[in-house]
C-alpha cells in the first residue's frame, strides 16, 4: 500500500529532479531571449519571433499528436517490464513524424517569400523564415523522444529535450550560437544559430532515446493506419493547441508591426512561466496518472491529481503574482520598447494563474484515453481565440490579443476539469481530494 505521505515525497522527488533540469531550461531560455531582444531591438526580435513561432507551429503538426501517444505507450511498456516491444512503436512513429515535418519544411522553403510579403507584408521576414524552415524535422522529433523518455520514468532526459521550441539542451546550444550569431548577422544569425542547436539537440535525444531499448527483443511495428487511428484525434487538438498557443502572435504580425509582435512574444513567455513548471512536473505526474486510470482506483487517481496541483499551483502562483506586479520594471529589462507591454503580461499571468488551479486537465484526459474530449475543449478554446482575435486584436493590439489569448486558455481548462468530473467522476482543482 502506497501512502498519501510517501506518495507525495515521490512527487516531490520527481518534482525537485524535473523542476532542477526545467530551472536550467527556463534560465538558458529566458537568457536567450534578453540577448536578442537586447541586440536585435524590438523590431528584429518580433521578425524572429514570427519566425520561430511558425517553425513550432508546423513542427508540432508534424508530430501527427504521436508524441502522446508514445507517452502513453511507454508509460504502460514500462511498467509490465517490456520496453523492448516499445522500440518498433518509436521507430515507426518517429518515420511518420520525420517524414512529415520533411514535407513541411519543403512547403515552406517554396513558398515563404509569398507568405512574408503578401500574408504578414513584412519582407524582412523572408529570409529568417526560411532559415527556420530547415529546423522543422528536429523540431517535430524533439518531442517524440521527449514524451517516450517521460513515460518510461527518464525525467531528467526529458527534461533536457522537451520545452515550447525545445529543452535545456536547445538553448543551451542556442545561447552558445544563435547569440553570438545574431551579433554579427542580425536576425539570419539568430534563426541559423537556433537552427543548428535543434539539429544538435536532435542528435542528442537519439543517443538517449536509444539508451531505452538496449539489450532488449523488438516485436512487430504497428501498421500506419493504427498510427494514424491513435494519433488523428490528437493532430486535431495539436491543430487546434497551435491556434491558442501561436494565433495571437500571428494575427499581430498580419495587423500590427513587428515591435508589437516582438512585445507580445516576450510578454507571453514570461506568462508561460507558470506552464514550464508544470510541464516539468507532468514528467512525474503524467505516466502515474496513465497507470492508476489502467487500474480502475479512481479514489486514488483524484487523491494523487490533488496533490500534485497543490504542490504546483503553491509555487506557481507565487511567481507569477511576482511576475504580474513587477511587470513593467521586468519588461523593462529587455529595453524600452518592451515597456509596453505590461499591461499585457498582467493579463496573460492572470489568466495562467487561474487555470493553474485546476491542473493539469489536459493530461489527465489524455492518459487516461479520453482524447476525443480532450480535443473539444481545444477546439471550444481555439474558437474563443479565432473570434476573440478578430475582434479585439485590430482595434485594441497588445492588449486585445492578452484578453484573447487568456481567454482561450481559461476556456479549455475549464471544459476539460468538466469533462473529467464526468468521465473520471471527481472535479480536477487544486482542492479535489481521493
Not at 337 to 351: P, Q, T, V
Not at 370 to 381: D, F, I, R
Not at 383 to 393: E, K, S
Request: proline share 3%; charged share 10%; glycine share 12%.
Amino acid at each position: 500500500m502506497i501512502y498519501p505521505g510517501k506518495e507525495t515525497a515521490a512527487i516531490l522527488r520527481g518534482m525537485a529532479i524535473s523542476v532542477s533540469c526545467k530551472a536550467f531550461a527556463v534560465l538558458f531560455t529566458y537568457a536567450l531571449h534578453f540577448a536578442l531582444a537586447r541586440t536585435l531591438g524590438g523590431e528584429g526580435f518580433g521578425i524572429f519571433s514570427l519566425a520561430f513561432a511558425i517553425l513550432v507551429s508546423l513542427a508540432f503538426l508534424a508530430r501527427f499528436g504521436l508524441d502522446y501517444v508514445m507517452l502513453r505507450r511507454s508509460a504502460l511498456h514500462a511498467a509490465s517490464g517490456e520496453m523492448g516491444s516499445l522500440r518498433p512503436w518509436f521507430a515507426r512513429s518517429e518515420m511518420l513524424a520525420g517524414t512529415a515535418a520533411a514535407l513541411l519544411a519543403l512547403l515552406v522553403l517554396a513558398t515563404g517569400r509569398e507568405l512574408s510579403a503578401d500574408i504578414f507584408s513584412k519582407n524582412s521576414l523572408h529570409i529568417p523564415l526560411l532559415i527556420m524552415a530547415v529546423g522543422i524535422p528536429p523540431q517535430a522529433l524533439l518531442f517524440l523522444q521527449a514524451e517516450t523518455l517521460k513515460g518510461a520514468g527518464k525525467i531528467r532526459a526529458s527534461q533536457m529535450l522537451q520545452g515550447d521550441g525545445g529543452g535545456l539542451v536547445v538553448f543551451g546550444a542556442a545561447l552558445l550560437l544563435a547569440f553570438p550569431l545574431s551579433m554579427r548577422y542580425g536576425v539570419n544569425g539568430a534563426a541559423a544559430g537556433f537552427v543548428m542547436a535543434s539539429w544538435l539537440s536532435w542528435l542528442a535525444g537519439e543517443r538517449m532515446t536509444r539508451s531505452l531499448f538496449a539489450g532488449k527483443s523488438g516485436a512487430l511495428p504497428p501498421t500506419f493506419a493504427e498510427l494514424f487511428r491513435l494519433g488523428l484525434p490528437l493532430l486535431a487538438a495539436s491543430a487546434l493547441s497551435i491556434i491558442i498557443a501561436r494565433a495571437a502572435t500571428v494575427f499581430l504580425g498580419i495587423w500590427a508591426s513587428a515591435t508589437a509582435v516582438g512585445i507580445f512574444a516576450m510578454s507571453q513567455k514570461l506568462a508561460l512561466l507558470g506552464s514550464n513548471i508544470q510541464t516539468a512536473c507532468l514528467t512525474v505526474i503524467g505516466p502515474k496518472i496513465a497507470v492508476l486510470h489502467k487500474k480502475g482506483d479512481m479514489s486514488a487517481l483524484a487523491g494523487y491529481y490533488g496533490r500534485g496541483t497543490r504542490l504546483i499551483a503553491g509555487l506557481t502562483l507565487v511567481i507569477l503574482g511576482g511576475i504580474a506586479m513587477l511587470a513593467t520594471d521586468i519588461l523593462a529589462l529587455f529595453g524600452p520598447d518592451f515597456i509596453e507591454g505590461a499591461n499585457a503580461l498582467r493579463i496573460l499571468a492572470g489568466g495562467e494563474m487561474l487555470s493553474l488551479l485546476l491542473g493539469p486537465t489536459s493530461i489527465a484526459l489524455i492518459t487516461t484515453g479520453h482524447s476525443q474530449e480532450h480535443c473539444v475543449c481545444v477546439g471550444m478554446a481555439a474558437a474563443v481565440m479565432l473570434m476573440a482575435g478578430t475582434v479585439l486584436i485590430p482595434g485594441h493590439g497588445l492588449t486585445g490579443a492578452a484578453f484573447a489569448a487568456a481567454g482561450a486558455t481559461l476556456t479549455q481548462n475549464v471544459f476539460q476539469a468538466l469533462f473529467i468530473r464526468k468521465r473520471l467522476g471527481f472535479f480536477p482543482s487544486a482542492f479535489c481530494r481521493g
